[in-house]
């Protein structure tokens, strides 16, 4: 029996599919992404007795922005098919991307410009070295590609063989502009010539001139075994209860998740990010890609591997996904969760008794990784035992590249990587979505901050600060942003529940020192990446209020995004509350970040104030246990 939050199953996705066809004659539909309906909240919380329903996007042959068909399983029939205008389409599926590389390699125009970079183009084999990366056109469409056509851009680099790394090879200046509506490549962009980078990108064991030998093995064992459970995909540890599932958007979410018996967050994921270039080149300039809405994020997930990308004793949840042509496919090891050892817990060692007390620290890890093009991005629930919640992102992959001579490099956008090979400066912008349920009920927004006092009687030498505290009320008064010089951070609370000494119990959203959006406000890409301009929003529950840059953001202007949802500036001094809250980083890429990029981090803390009476890991043992490596797997 299916919880109303579990992922879908392959059988589901193969009714879903079934039924789909029967009620939808267009035999050109081809498929992007497939989701489990979550049931509404208040549903949900009166009984998990729901309809099972999926929502399924695609396009056909009709030339608008594609459909969204909803499928309600328990019945087992097609319950409604919503087409999509021009201006807010479906995201890029496969059938896209794969349509818009045929398109360019067919391009007579497009080959002739390759050859006259004396790159071989007339034999099959020389085409399947010439790698051709699509990219989403929306905001920069070409002039001539009708508005709210579905675009693509695409560059290409050369491979020397199927296993090479083609990022170390661009072919500069070249791109070629796809009308994906109409079919066609409608202009082949060559602002000239720059000569092929000479060096090699391979990262691979077996290209290296040696590996280290002194690395000894380091093994995680946990003999008596790890000290969570699962029921499906429900997880129990140390107190914590929560459901984890991959949305085809969101990514990996947490759902209903308590701790203690005490609700804490109903919905915790990423709801959005955007990844804006700072390069003049005409390679760069236009990109700004919203890798999670656009190219639809969770149906990129990695099968992750035991002892690689998850060490320990690993429990995986596998999930299905669906194809271009309406197949089931099964991800598996999606999700991996491991116990890890975080040091200590606290410690205190008194000088006069010579006692030392101490306790280890160990957090739960739920983790996700999704390839998007040349990055790689993991994200990283930690969940610890002093009720910490972490989101940590792990930003890897290739950077993008730019073949460079010493008359055309730009050093200032654009710091060189390798000979011949510069990597233009950009951000990444992760904003997520966080439905509270603090202790049941409604609950409250404050921001706290440091204040210095004045000069004064009781405070002669200029030394003395206060905390402060201000109630964000309504939505325009919580678009904020950090302040570290003040220690800025955000307070959820729950009025109606107090604590042992008094005071509504709380949660704090701790966040990182991350820069804002550069773009300007009134730019395409400050328009469409609009969530990025502040580093806290605040709206009121509404069920299909998802997505900080809008619900459907291929070809967009920006439209449905934060700036949209909080023009009413509702009220939130007392509600069902979700805070919307974006991180970010600032690429300035540096010789050591190729040709892989050691992983770079960012992310918040949520962290429990007078939630608990006091310390919640007094009743820790003494003992440090040792561990022993094993694996199993959910049933799915």
Known sequence: MHHPLDPLSAAEIEAAILHFRAGHSDQQAFF????????????????????????????????????????????GALKSVNRLALGAQVAYGIADLGLAIQLTKSCQEWLDRVAARGIATTTKADLELIQVDPWPAGGYAHPDIPDGHRALRCIAFLKKDATDNGYARPIHGLIAHLDVTAGKVVHVEDTGVIPIPPSSGRFDSAHQEKTRTDLKTLDITQPEGASFTTEGYRVKWQGYDLRVSIHPVHGLVLHQMSLQGRPVLYRAALSEMIVPYGDADNMHSWKHVLDASEYNMGTLANSLKLGCDCLGEIHYFDIHQVTWDGKARTVENAICMHEEDYGIQWKHYDLMTQVSEVRRSRRLVISSIFTVGNYDYGFYWYLYLDGTIQMEIKLTGIVGVSAVTPETHNAAQAPMIADGLASPVHQHLFCFRLDWELDGGNNSLYENEIEVMPLGENNP?????CSVSRHLADEHSAKRNIAPQTSRHWKVTNPEKLNGLGVPVAYKLLPAASPSLFARPDSQVGRRGAFGLHHLWATPYTEEEQGAAGQHTVMHHGEGGLPELTKNNRDISHCDLVMWHTVALTHVPRPEDWPVMPVEYTGFHLIPVGFFDRNPTLDLPTQCHSTKQESQKSDS
């Open 32 to 75: 992007c992404s497939i989701e489990r309906l979550e049931p509404a909240k208040h549903l949900l919380k009166k009984s998990e007795q729901c309809p099972r329903s999926v929502k399924l996007t695609g396009i056909d042959s009709q030339s608008d922005g594609g459909f969204e068909a909803e499928i309600d399983l328990t019945a």
């Open 461 to 465: 030498d200029g030394t003395q600060f």
